[in-house]
C-alpha cells in the first residue's frame, strides 16, 4: 500500500473516493462539514431524510456529490461524539478501508485521520491508521491454492491532518507506523505458518535472509556448539525432535559502539506437543504459534533498522520443537543450565522457561542495557488476563513503567503482575536446585520467578503474550503483537539517547 500525507480541503481531493465521519444523530464531522458546504447541503439532507443515521460500523456510499473533486463520498459512521475513543477510531477506519476495498478504485483519501481522539494527536492517530489499515487488508492465503481474487484492491491511500505546520510530523509518524506495521506483518507471516514449515531450521533461514536485507549481522549457533556451551537446559526440550534446535543472534547497531544494547528474547518453540507431558488434542494446532515471541523480536529488529534507529539492538531467538520422541525428556529428568543451576523438568510442557534460561544466560556476554523478554509462556496467563493485556513481570519497575507506557502508547497493551520472593519457593525441588513448575496457582508468575534466577546481573522484563499473540476460532490468527509495543519502547528510548545529545 502506498501512502501520502495532505493537509486540508476534503472537497478538492482528486481521488477515487473520500471517506468522512459521522457522528451519531446525524452530526456531520468537521471534514464532512466542508463537503457539505461545498454541496450545499446534499448530506445534511441526506441525513435529514434519515439514509444515514451515523451509528457506528454504517456506511454510505454516493455517487457524483455535486460541487467534490472526488468521483464518491463514502460516509463512514462513527457512532456517539462523547463516547469517540480509541477503539472507536480505529473501528471506523477498519470500516471506511473493509468498504473502501469492496467498493472498487485504486486510492482513497481518509478524513478520519483528522478526528479528535482524547489525549491523542495526530501523529497517534497517523500511525495507528497505517497499522489498523494494514491489518484489515492483512491476508495469509499463501496455501491456498485458490486465493480470494479481489477484483480492483486498493493500492493508495491519502491520511489527512488539519494543519499545514503538521504535515512534517505527520510524515516522520507515517513512516513510523508503516515500519510498525511491516514488523507486525513479518511477525503474522512467520507466526500463522504450520510446524512442518516454520522449523527451528526455517526461522535460522530467516534470520539470515533479515540479515542480507538491512545489513545486520547474524550468528547461529547449531546443536554442537550449544553443547560445548553446556546450554543443556535447552537442548533438552529438543531431544524428542527430529528437527535440530537453532540458537539465533541478530544484531542491530545503530547506535555508537560505547551504547550498551538492548536486548530482546523471543521465546521460538516451533511447535509444543507438550513433549512426553503431552499436551490434550483439542486446539494443539494453535501450538505453531508457541514461536510468537521469536517472530515478534526478529519482527522489531527488521522495523528498528528500517527507521534506523540510534540504538544497538539484539534480537537472541532460542528455537527448538518440542516433540514426544524415544530420545525425549522424562519428567523428573535433571538438567544442568548455561548459568550452572540444575533443573528437575517435572512436566516436558512447561518448556518455553527451559530454553529461555539458557538465552537469558547467554546475553550476559552483551552486557545489555536490559533485556526484555517475549513469549507465549503460560496458559495462566490467558486465565488472568485474557486476550485483552499481555502480562508483564520485571525485576525493575523502571524497565516495567516504560513498557506499560510503550504499550499504551501503541495501543498494545500489558499489565504487571507482582514478582515478589514469595512465589519463588513454590519453584522448590527435592532432587536439583530448581523445579521446572510451581503448581497450578499462579501459574505465570512462578513461570517469572523461574526465570528471575537467570536475570540477576541486568535490568529484565518479561511479556507473556500467551493471550495475546494470536486469536482463535473463525478469527484463528497472528496479531503481531508485541511488534507495537517493543517499537514504541525503542522509539521511546531513540528519543531519550537523542535528548542526551549524543546523537
Ligand atoms: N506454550 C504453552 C503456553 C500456552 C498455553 C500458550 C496456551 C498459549 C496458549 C507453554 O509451553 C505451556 O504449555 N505451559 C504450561 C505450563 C505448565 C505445565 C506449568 C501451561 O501453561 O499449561
Ligand atoms: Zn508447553
Ligand atoms: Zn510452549
Not at 65 to 76: F, K, N, Q, S, Y
Not at 348 to 374: K, N, Q, S
Request: glycine share 8%.
Amino acid at each position: 500500500m502506498e501512502f501520502n500525507i495532505k493537509s486540508g480541503s476534503p472537497e478538492k481531493q482528486r481521488s477515487a473516493c473520500v471517506v468522512v465521519g459521522v457522528f451519531e444523530s446525524r452530526k456531520l464531522s468537521l471534514p464532512a462539514e466542508l463537503i457539505d458546504n461545498a454541496a450545499e447541503g446534499y448530506l445534511a439532507e441526506l441525513l435529514r431524510r434519515g439514509d444515514m443515521e451515523g451509528k457506528a460500523g454504517n456506511t454510505l456510499l454516493l455517487h457524483k456529490v455535486p460541487g467534490i473533486e472526488a468521483d464518491r463520498v463514502l460516509l463512514v459512521g462513527l457512532g456517539k461524539e462523547k463516547e469517540f475513543r480509541e477503539k472507536e477510531y480505529r473501528a471506523a477506519i477498519a470500516t471506511a478501508v473493509r468498504t473502501l476495498n469492496e467498493t472498487g478504485g485504486f486510492d482513497g483519501t481518509l478524513t478520519l485521520t483528522e478526528l479528535p481522539v482524547k489525549k491523542r494527536d495526530f501523529a497517534w492517530r497517523i500511525r495507528q491508521a497505517v497499522i489498523v489499515i494494514q491489518e484489515t487488508l492483512y491476508r495469509f492465503d499463501q496455501l491456498k491454492s485458490k486465493k480470494d481474487e479481489v477484483r480492483r484492491p486498493l493500492r493508495k491511500l491519502t491520511l489527512c491532518v488539519e494543519r499545514r505546520n503538521e504535515l512534517a510530523a505527520a510524515e516522520q509518524a507515517l513512516q513510523e507506523g508503516q515500519a510498525i506495521a511491516g514488523g507486525m506483518n513479518l511477525m503474522k507471516n512467520l507466526a500463522n505458518l504450520p510446524g512442518n514449515i516454520c522449523t527451528p531450521t526455517y526461522l535460522a533461514d530467516q534470520a539470515r535472509e533479515l540479515a542480507r536485507e538491512h545489513e545486520l549481522s547474524v550468528d547461529i549457533l547449531g546443536r554442537t556448539e550449544m553443547e560445548q556451551l553446556g546450554m543443556h537446559s535447552l537442548l533438552a526440550v529438543a531431544r524428542g525432535s527430529h528437527q535440530p534446535p537453532q540458537f539465533i543472534v541478530l544484531k542491530y547497531l545503530g547506535g555508537t559502539a560505547d551504547d550498551k544494547p538492548i536486548v530482546l528474547v523471543g521465546k521460538g518453540v516451533t511447535f509444543d506437543t507438550g513433549g512426553i507431558s503431552l499436551k490434550p488434542a483439542p486446539d494443539m494446532d494453535e501450538m505453531k504459534y508457541d514461536m510468537s515471541g521469536a517472530a515478534s523480536v526478529l519482527a522489531t529488529v527488521k522495523a528498528a533498522a528500517q527507521l534506523k534507529l540510534p540504538l544497538n539492538v539484539i534480537a537472541v531467538v532460542p528455537t527448538v520443537e518440542n516433540m514426544p520422541g524415544g530420545a525425549a525428556t522424562r519428567p523428573g529428568d535433571i538438567v544442568t543450565s548455561l548459568s550452572g543451576q540444575t533443573i528437575e523438568i517435572l512436566n516436558t510442557d512447561a518448556e518455553g522457561r527451559l530454553i529461555l534460561c539458557d538465552a537469558l544466560t547467554y546475553v550476559e556476554r552483551f552486557d545489555p542495557a536490559c533485556v526484555v523478554d517475549v513469549a507465549t509462556l503460560t496458559g495462566a496467563c490467558v486465565i488472568a488476563l485474557g486476550h485483552v493485556v499481555s502480562g508483564l513481570l520485571a525485576n525493575d519497575d523502571g524497565l516495567a513503567r516504560e513498557l506499560l507506557d510503550a504499550g499504551n502508547a501503541s495501543w498494545d497493551r500489558a499489565w504487571q503482575m507482582p514478582l515478589l520472593e514469595d512465589y519463588q519457593e513454590l519453584l522448590q525441588s527435592n532432587f536439583a536446585d530448581m523445579g521446572n513448575i510451581g503448581g497450578r496457582a499462579a501459574g505465570t508468575i512462578t513461570a517469572a520467578c523461574f526465570l528471575s534466577r537467570f536475570t540477576k546481573k541486568y535490568d529484565w522484563a518479561h511479556l507473556d503474550i500467551a493471550g495475546t499473540a494470536n486469536k482463535s476460532g473463525k478469527d484463528k490468527g497472528s496479531t503481531g503483537r508485541p511488534v507495537p509495543l517493543l517499537m514504541h519502547f525503542l522509539l521511546a528510548r531513540a528519543e531519550k539517547s537523542a535528548l542526551a545529545g549524543r546523537h
